[in-house]
């Protein structure tokens, strides 16, 4: 008998390790075959108790295979080369029996290690708030989580936390939050057991509290000194954006050794776990979501075991297949070539968390709502409800009217009245005279506040349960296609979640159902749709948990098998719907599966519904996928396929739910809810407005009015329709030199809906026009005029002497800013010359005026034309008039921010996918240079996962044709000439790329050459990270010759962009040709872009690229214009203000003498 040391240089994996403890005495039992290793772990198991104190990081680096040297490399190294009778050594390779078993062995003895490890890592408090870092801890807890019936489960999950974690802590300090903060102890305390107790006296007396002021709790932590550690416990969303508490944990926490440890308790509905990670990811600490309902929880930690469980566990099927095969190395090649293309199963399967009772009978409910949003909003809209605005207002609303009066031998027109009356754009684009009733408005913006919180509540409603992953699922025939494709092995258990809550929540209603697999075959639970009952769930359920993923993702086979089969009478049926619940890129084309959806669903009540989640990028160091497409292509294809069958979207992730048809609707609602309130509060502000400017105006003396000049009557245009005297004031000028009267303050020179109307003034004589039109009354200056009105009794005219102030020109309203929405192929230069701010005509300065020096005679300023047309403001110390109104400045502050908002999700398109590191690839017929000298080694790994992104993601789907060449000493193309851009051409480049090697110098001059001579080439993309082993003056020569004999553009790419030198040889390389220079970005900047819009915080990095830095300029000059607008702005409201306080001293000065007089004949 032999122990399972004997012949064993490295010293085994011990149980004992799991828990980080000590090493124990030898048991003294002896293994002899492989299978009676699980005897020995478990009885080890037994004797050893895990430690709270182990690091899972530490952990898994010490135990991970690569240290154990557990890997393919290590077994291929202990292989026995044999000689042929040449002499020759050969690629075969004999493995021997003796170790093969050691290392299956050592393999088994890990994984049941891992496992035992999870375990512990998804148990007691561990299982609740994750593994808590650090000895001197400060804990925050927020006391939203702790209300109703789950109040003391949560004080149980506290306890425990205490006993099992922090107890073993050198010191504590506990503070909990809510709208307030309230502390335990004043500064960190000693862990004891008098401290102990006393913390759990206080967890038994923590009341709920509502809101979640995580930044308050988080201002008072840092004010300590001597921690090392903090653990934040929330139970709700916090009140503050993830943004402003990222740049505040950044902030405080910079030169101190902090760790943040973030906990969410009752994650599913209460905090976005986006927030979480986000927030973990920036200050770069830990995050652990749980949820007691479902005992589901979620941390790094345990995915990344996970992920090494995964690893041993494919290693181990194919050292198993080699030693049932005994075969040399080629045949070793083979299966690890088989098994590469499948996903691991069984083992793997029972290794992945799963909620309590996953394999237990359905617990089936009847829904109690299953309409759309669209269905539900007929109901409940603004529109059924009649709180449309224009609804509201139309029995108040009035069109102008123009017509002559006989007895005046005058045009006249209806004005707007002075107190009650307001000019406003209607939908159709005309202009009403609207009379403004205040408490009815009032009373109809309450209204509108209950229909948002009523809309509020329906969207919580589809943000849970089975509704956050199918949404609602209205139809009586339902048949359920799931993806059970290779690439979402790893989230099996998550599919069949899904599947048990819809099953359970939403199609006991229904009529009849089935349920399709689909992975490179379909698979169906029956042949045909069958009656919806408690027997048919259950077994559909039992169906499903036999389930394994594998293959590609046939979604075509899977529609042709629901449409063909089991809708083959969907002519005679109705509600009828297919629900695709998937988790990438199909792969067939999308345009000949929406030809297919078309013509299946056209002419029949049948629908697609797609359920799309959101399960990472395609691995690309396995076998390439049918079809490539990151998750905003995959978003736009399933989009398109929902929109040819007439269906619904729902997109949802791991932080929540991404985009949702029946979500947009009622956010599209609410939007104009808030649209109908803005415009109603604005309508009452400008009525307020004129009171409160009639009413300071009443205080200044007026003078005697003038004798008014009576004009002749106008000639009469034809037979107009005389103005009837039932309208109650109709003013009309008599003087034509004086002015009109200008309309309200909040609406001068436009209605309140955005747009030049007609002005809010009295109407003018006019003459005939050759055009039929009326002729624009030329401005005047102020003065006193005559106006006249109808009486109540019979046809006497009365009149009243006005003085009017100057009127002001109406100005054209901003023409509005359109930008594409989606991302063209062009470079950054192109792009700013057609959205840039010059040429949508955004910048700032020419809005600015001169200096203003206008002085009249003695110290008092001339009161002239130019002053009181436009509002003046500070300048550093010199009065500067801007021609903008403040309106029209808060309208240009709106439009730049949806002008920033565009270029920084440009930036971000720039740095994201492949073109983080090839730039954009603009050409159609292009050919990649790849140095693969030695220096480029370290580098070599993740530019061929680049490349490969780059073949599937550019190449493919907007290239006609390419060609691949790498170099060093020589050149290795992969082609001898260009080749068409298809499928199999993208797969034989992506194994033509897997086997690259870094070796030998740089040999930049021969492959420019070799390249130049190429047909039809049209772009040269060179990737290379640093100079060439020629002159750089002579290639740089060479090419200019080059490019006198072809127009062939030249792109350089930078792997580091550190040296100057390489820096300015690779740009002018560039430049030369008329290409763009591209450099190499991090990950870093890509995260900095997500700055806030106009936080003056988020400063972009010094870009090198050409495309980035041109775009990045635009971007500063955006946002320093937009803190130069938004700093007038404030200063023109302070104006303002002062004004009306002054007005307001003004009316209680005059009160005292009593109200002014008007002169009335």
Known sequence: MKSITDGDPKKPLNRKDVSGLGQNPASGLL??????????????????????????????????????????????????????????????????????QRFESKLSEAIELYRQRLQWLTENSKKVFGLIRGSRVGLLIGVSAVHGPGKEEFQKDLMSLVDEQLSHKEKLYVLSFGATTSTLWPNPVDVSSSSLQELKLWVTQVQPERGSNLLGALKKTFALKGLNSLVVVLGSCPDQPAEVLCDYIQQSSTGRDLHTHLVTYRCDNQVPPAVLKNLAGAVGGHYHCYTPEAEICTSPDVVQLLAETQKAQRLLGQVHALRCCGGPCEELAAVMEEISTEMTKGPLRGLLPKPPKHEAPLTIEFPNSDTTSAEWLKVNGLKAKKLSLYQVLAPNAFSPVEGFVPILQKMVSSTVHERAMIQFQWHDGTVKNVHVDLPFLHEYQKQLGRAMRTYERRIEWLSLASRRIWGTVCEKRVVVLLDFSAANSMYIIHSQHALRLLLEKQLSNKDAFNVVAFGSAVESWRPGMVSVSHDSLQSAWQWALTLQCQGSRNVLSALRKAVE?????????????????????????????????????????LRLNVCLFYAGEPRMDAVPPARYAGRADTATAYRELTRAAGGRFHWFGDTGIFESDDVNAIMSEMEKALNYSQKCALLMSCLKSRSRRDLGGAVVPKEKPETVERRSPPRTLGSAKPAGPSVARMSVREDPDQERRPPLNAVTGRPLGGKAGVPAAAAQPARADPAGR???????????????????????????????????????????????????????QEWVANYGLRKLRMELPGRIGPRCAHQGSGQRLAATRYCSAFPSVDVKGTVRHIQWTPRELEAYVTRLKKVLRRYIQRLRWLLSGSRRLFGVILEKRVCILLDTSGSMGPHLPEVKTE????????????????????????????????????????HEATRWVTHLRAQGSTSILQALRATFRLPEVEGLYLLTDGKPDTSCSLILREVQRLREEREVMLHTISLSGTGRAEVNFLRGLASLTGGRYHCLVGEDPHFRVHGSVDGRDAVLPPFEGDDLRRLAQEITKARSFLWQAQSLRSQLQKNNNTERTKGHSLVEKSSQNGPPTENHH
């Open 947 to 986: 490349l490969i992104l780059l073949i599937w993601e550019q190449l493919r789907r907007h290239c006609d044709s390419f060609n691949l060449i790498s170099f060093s000493e020589d050149l290795h193309p992969w082609q001898d000439t260009l080749v068409e851009t298809t499928d199999a051409a993208c």
């Open 774 to 828: 009326r002729r624009k009354p030329p401005l005047r200056a102020a003065g006193t005029s005559l106006s006249l009105f109808y009486t109540e009794t019979g046809n006497n005219v009365g009149s009243v002497y006005r003085k009017y102030p100057q009127g002001r020109g109406v100005r054209r309203a901003s023409r509005s800013i359109e930008l594409p929405r989606k991302d063209t192929l062009c470079s950054s």
């Open 31 to 100: 293994v002899t075959h492989v299978n009676r290793t699980q005897d020995l772990l478990r009885l080890q198991a037994d004797e050893t108790q895990p430690s709270p104190r182990a690091d899972p990081q530490d952990w898994l680096s010490a135990h991970s295979l690569k240290s154990e040297k557990l890997t393919l490399a290590d077994l291929i190294g202990q292989s026995t080369a044999t000689l042929e009778e040449g002499g020759h050594a050969v690629e075969k390779m004999h493995f021997p029996a003796r170790i093969l």
């Open 565 to 605: 089969v089991d809708f083959e009478d969907r002519d005679k049926q109705q509600s009828q719907a297919i629900y695709l619940f998937t988790g990438g890129i199909p792969d067939q084309d999308v345009p000949t599966l929406s030809a297919y959806l078309a013509e299946a669903c056209g002419g029949c009540d």
